[in-house]
């Protein structure tokens, strides 16, 4: 009998066995895989851009989605200005399940780009966000000629379908569940938002990723380390029954802070008593809101004479025939109260596609109106009081889109399924149930929910230094407000804001007073030559000189050469050889720094941008932002 084995050679044994049956074991470290970020960009993304590029924008898109196509003419713009060498945009499939063609035309977008690239796939889908609204990906397909019978047998392998899903998964994943959706840098943005707000961040991002490079940060690590740095995951949802009054969040996904929406003289159905009061802000143009209405008569079903809906009028100003509708609408319910504007309310939405004047004069008709009193009001805007104020309501709340509902002062935006609105109507009817327990009249509840709902802050603050002598300004020093505008000469968004800004001069006479800032961006290459310009018109004749040059160069703003700037100089009637010594010498070049000394130490980067008695204003905003602040200014002590 053979004596047991000590224990190395029990090891040693065990090590020669695996060696016979496995082969030599590769002790080697397995290569790591690389780290994306939270905001995962792979080769399977289309992209457009350098991948050193140091900002990199993700979209999250939709093919059928209307909002989707404006976002993509201002990334058209973006690219533009920026060129592949700053800016990178990565595009991810998010099809919504309420459009119907927009997931089929994702795996045909993708089938192509396997097929042809980035070049043929961003021509497919610029062309689908134009016409897939009225045709299908095979339409979309001939029109930029590419057989569709290829691309089908892609799609049917399956591996188009599963990119899609991938990019689905990576959105539920971040929280994005609507469109369009933007990541820059990692910092998440919500809608298709103006090209100013974009072109802030962009910037921003520019500096941060410099600041990188000086520390050692090789350019292909750039998007991974400020995606770290910049990216908020989503807030998990609260627990059921603990959605009411959380404070200190401002409107927007959450429905949960309970925001005050007062009913006022609006449109109503259903009691005062009701346990719910459900505020929907809408247009009549909206496809959104058309498909919201039978929803919310589903729901009045549902609930009875414990739900009453509120309709406020928020028409957006790229539906052109929804303010007109929108009159029509009030005009019934001055004539004929609530019942008649809600018979209109549901007639205008079932034609919501022809609201031009001979199809609203053929609604007055059905509505049994006067067509002639009826168009009458209609061309008179003879409701504009009351659609301003809801206007101006939203624009306190925050409720940029439409639709927008407030249950009970909770938020819930967009044309959701019944699905989203019964939970938090549940909560509200038991949360109202307490109350009337407590002794609070049935008539009473809405108004004692609003006691303590929170006040939207009227806009974010910045600190400026108070301008000087060597700004220009316009209006009487003795004005309450003024108002501090950082411009760029040779940005079109800048000369966009004129035409509110003389709306506000008419609104607000002797009130306001309006100081120039000068901020030519570093990426519009005439516009520095062009504010020293105006700067000089400013000290050869005052005021009155520099104003008329501002007003000339927005006037032509295509042509801010050297030649162009002293035609314009002559015009105003200024000093020939003063102005071209000046702009020789860059005599006006240290004052114009200063201004944007001023911007940077005020985290202001692009523009226009509004500094109202310090109250922040960003980008092209309609005259109902700033009127709100100019109010809320003109009010306090």
């Given amino acids: ?11 040693s044994l065990l090590l020669l066995i695996c060696l016979v049956v496995l082969g030599p074991l590769d002790v080697r470290a397995q290569p790591q895989a690389p780290d994306l970020g939270p905001v995962p960009v792979t080769s ?51 099809p919504l399940p309420f459009h119907k063609q927009a997931r089929p035309a994702a795996e045909a977008a993708d089938a192509l780009r396997r097929l042809r690239g980035d070049d043929a796939f961003y021509k497919f889908t610029t062309e689908a966000l134009s016409t ?51 990541f820059i840098n990692g910092l998440r943005f919500s809608g298709a938002q103006p090209k100013a707000k974009f072109v802030e961040v962009i910037d921003q991002q520019l500096a941060a990723a410099t600041a990188l490079r000086r520390k050692g940060v090789a350019a292909k690590g750039i998007y991974v380390a400020l995606a770290k740095q910049n990216y908020q995951p989503p807030k998990p949802a609260p627990a059921p029954g603990q959605g009411r009054g959380v404070k ?22 259903g009691p005062k008593s009701a346990l719910v009061t459900l505020v929907v802000f809408s247009d009549f143009q909206c496809p959104y809101c058309a498909k919201l209405v039978p929803i919310l008569d589903q729901l009045r ?99 940029r889109g439409t639709p927008c509902s407030f249950i009970n002062g909770r938020r819930l935006t967009g044309a959701r399924p019944i699905e989203a609105f019964v939970p938090i109507i549940d909560e509200e009817i038991a949360h109202a149930k307490k109350l009337l327990a407590r002794g609070v009249a049935g008539h009473r509840l809405y108004a004692e929910m609003m006691k303590t709902a929170m006040v939207p802050p009227v806009a974010p603050t910045k600190t400026v230094a108070a ?34 800004l003389e709306q506000i001069e008419k609104a607000y006479p002797g009130k306001v007073r309006f100081v120039h800032r000068h901020l030519p961006r570093p990426f519009h290459k005439n516009a520095p030559l062009a504010h020293e310009a105006a700067a000089e018109a400013f000290r050869q004749g005052g005021n009155r000189s520099f104003w008329k040059m501002h007003d000339l160069l927005f006037k032509h703003q295509s042509a801010l050469d050297r030649a162009s700037l002293a035609n314009y100089a002559a015009e105003v009637g200024l000093n020939g050889a003063m102005f071209d010594q000046a702009l020789d010498s860059g005599r006006h070049q240290k004052a114009i720094a200063a201004d944007a000394a001023i911007a940077k130490k005020a985290d202001i980067s692009g523009t226009p941008a509004f500094v109202i008695n310090g109250y922040y204003l960003s980008g092209t905003q309609p005259f109902s932002k700033f009127k709100r602040i100019i109010d809320h200014a003109l009010k306090q002590p």
Avoid at 324 to 342: D, K, N, S
């Fill in 1 to 11: 009998m053979l004596a047991p084995m000590s224990k190395p050679h029990h090891l």
């Fill in 44 to 94: 399977s993304d289309p992209s457009w851009g350098d991948d050193t590029a140091p900002v990199t924008m993700v979209v999250f898109t939709d093919l059928q989605c209307p909002f989707c196509q404006r976002i993509d003419l201002t990334i058209g713009e973006l690219e533009q200005d920026y060129g592949p060498k700053q800016l990178r945009v990565i595009y991810k499939h998010l």
């Fill in 132 to 182: 897939l609204r009225s045709g299908s990906w095979q339409d979309v397909a001939k029109t930029v000629g590419v057989d569709s019978r290829k691309l089908q047998r892609l799609i049917n392998t399956g591996t188009p379908g599963k990119k899609v899903d991938q990019d689905m998964a990576l959105a539920k994943q971040l929280g994005v569940r609507g469109t369009p959706n933007s």
């Fill in 248 to 269: 200190g969040q401002r409107p927007g996904a959450d429905t949960t802070t309970v925001w005050k929406v007062p009913v006022g003289a609006s449109p109503t159905v």
């Fill in 301 to 399: 079903i549902q609930y009875g004479k414990q739900i009453r809906v509120v309709y406020k009028h928020n028409p957006l100003p790229f539906h052109k025939r929804a303010e007109p509708a929108a009159q029509l609408t009030m005009e019934a319910f001055a004539r004929r109260g609530q019942v008649g504007f809600w018979q209109a309310h549901d007639k205008v939405f079932a034609n919501h596609r022809n609201l031009e004047d001979p199809d609203l004069e053929q609604l007055a008709i059905d509505l049994k109106l006067n067509p002639v009193t009826a168009m009458r009001a209609v061309r008179a805007r003879k409701h504009k009081g009351q659609i301003e104020a809801d206007q101006g309501l939203a624009v306190e709340l925050d409720a």
């Fill in 467 to 500: 301008p000087t002598k060597i700004n220009p300004t316009r209006g009487s020093k003795w004005a309450k407000v003024t108002i501090q505008m950082f411009t760029d000469f040779e940005c079109p968004f800048c000369e966009r804001a004129q035409a509110t």
